[in-house]
């Protein structure tokens, strides 16, 4: 069983377009996250959810809106597509204690690479 | 400003050659370090964890340490299955005392059999 699965794997869209990413985990945890991978390579927090409540949202556009219906899952969703929107969207989960003292990491799923045209 | 460099950028070895991989750090409150490895079209996996000073971890062939200043991913005889991106992250206390991570741009690891 997949830990942390994402869908779709590749999604090409046109500017303009509205579309989501879903995200679901079983691993048990209870915060889960979305993050950005620039060309560069570069990784990027968007939006960090505990218990389904908003916990970090950072500078992002407006037109990013997560769902979290449950602690299992959240779901991002992206209106009015732009170019720049183009990347690969990592969907992750850690228990809210990952990293104090104990060995936990976040888990990943596999991405999402959208690409707007 | 908080800050994750990694270097080199890439790195390409023969097989059996060991080296390390750099990570320095200007951030203010450290939460954990975090080394990652990220293959081709994956998502990053977790590798270590490393709290304070002094403190080293260790997974078949990687050895990871930290300073007060950097962390180290030590790779000895290195395997072609060893060849990723290794992709360091600090963490700092985000809103709501959740953990943020800050990402380095990682080291592309290329190892030749």
Wanted: net charge neutral; hydrophobic share 30%; proline share 4%.
């Amino acid at each position: 069983d997949t830990a942390v699965s994402q869908t779709p794997k590749y999604l090409v869209t046109q500017m303009g377009n509205d579309k989501s990413i879903k995200c679901e985990q079983n691993l048990g945890h209870d915060t889960m996250y979305w993050y950005k991978q620039d060309s560069k390579k570069f990784l990027k927090i968007m939006f960090s959810y505990n218990n389904k409540e908003l916990i970090i949202n950072e500078t992002v556009p407006n037109r990013f809106s997560p769902k979290s219906p449950d602690k299992a899952h959240l779901n991002l969703h992206i209106n009015s597509l732009e170019l720049g929107d183009s990347a690969v969207y990592f969907c992750a989960s850690s228990q809210k204690g990952a990293g104090t003292g104990n060995n936990y990491g976040y888990t990943f799923g596999s991405g999402t690479r959208l690409t707007v045209v | 400003e908080d800050q994750v460099t990694q270097s080199p950028e890439a790195l390409r070895l023969q097989e059996g050659e060991s080296s390390s991989l750099n990570c320095s750090y200007t951030v203010s409150g450290l939460r954990g370090l975090f080394w990652y490895r990220q293959d081709p079209g994956k998502g990053p996996e977790f590798l270590f964890t490393l709290y304070s000073a002094g403190e080293e971890k260790e997974k078949e062939r990687l050895k990871a340490t930290l300073t007060k200043k950097e962390s180290f991913l030590h790779i000895t005889a290195p395997k072609p299955e060893d060849s990723a991106t290794y992709l360091c992250a600090v963490g700092l206390w985000g809103a709501g005392n959740n953990r943020k991570l800050i990402w380095g741009l990682g080291t592309s690891l290329a190892v030749n059999p």
